[in-house]
């Protein structure tokens, strides 16, 4: 049995998606202020965020899936 979401847990994704929605909204600023290289970076961190969570939920799957 999955055990439920903690208040911790909620309050972790929705730091995430604020920290997301925030970036995506300003791009454009952001690019010209960092440069090309930080956002290289940027998009690095933020390519490992996504797949560490896809990795996550894969593993919760599997996990819960009666063999």
């Known amino acids: 049995e999955p055990r439920p979401l903690a208040r911790r ?3 972790q994704v929705a730091a ?3 920290s ?3 970036f995506l909204c ?8 960092v440069g090309t290289c ?3 970076g940027i998009t ?5 965020l996504i797949f560490a ?3 996550q939920l894969d ?3 599997a996990a819960s899936r009666k063999w």
Do not use: P
């Not at 300003?26 to 202020?33: F, I, S, T």
């Not at 690095?44 to 490992?48: A, E, K, Q, T, V």
């Open 9 to 11: 847990d909620h309050d």
């Open 38 to 40: 930080a956002i290289a």
């Open 59 to 61: 593993w919760v799957a």
């Open 20 to 22: 997301v929605y925030l």
């Open 44 to 48: 690095s961190i933020y390519g490992f």
């Open 16 to 18: 995430l998606a604020l």
């Open 53 to 55: 969570v896809a990795w």
């Open 26 to 33: 300003l791009a454009g600023q952001l690019a010209g202020w």
